[in-house]
């Protein structure tokens, strides 16, 4: 665990998704799983006709927030909408696919405010098990404004 001493604010952790119900549960429990606590998760579900929502539904944690729209087939609209529902000071991005390591939020956020010159920062991801498609972020990159 990072010794942090950088603002508490909330931090929005966005899931948009498709058609995504073998993942979805294990995505959003590693996004549930963070050593920073002050998060919000929210699902934005463009029009899954798979059983996402009801895997969304049997999470049981008011930091979860489920929303449904119509299929746009733009992945952007989704992650558009997000950003607006989310409450959060910060913004964090995780596809429906991928897996935040438990420190992922507390060490980007860390590295965020090292330098106030930081106006962003990401992870990369590196693939894991057997599944080529699912993803883990590993590292950190930032970047100045």
């Known amino acids: 665990m990072i010794n942090t001493d950088f603002d508490k604010g909330k931090v929005s952790i966005i899931i948009p998704t498709y058609n995504r119900a073998q993942f979805i ?11 920073y606590k002050n998060i919000e998760v929210i699902v934005v579900d463009d029009g899954s006709t798979d059983s996402t929502k009801v895997l969304v539904n049997e ?42 390591t438990p ?15 930081f106006g962003l920062v990401y992870g990369k991801v590196k693939p894991f098990g057997n599944l080529q498609n699912k993803n883990i972020i590993n590292t950190l990159k930032t970047i100045k404004h």
Do not use: C, P, W
């Open 25 to 35: 549960k294990e995505t959003i429990m590693s996004a549930l799983d963070q050593t």
């Open 59 to 100: 999470i049981k944690d008011k930091r979860v927030k489920y929303f449904y729209f119509q299929h746009t087939g733009l992945q952007s609209a989704a992650r558009n909408m997000g950003m607006k529902l989310s409450n959060g000071e910060y913004i964090s991005f995780l596809d429906s696919d991928d897996l935040l």
């Open 103 to 117: 420190d992922a939020i507390e060490t980007l956020l860390f590295h965020l405010n090292m330098d106030k010159d």
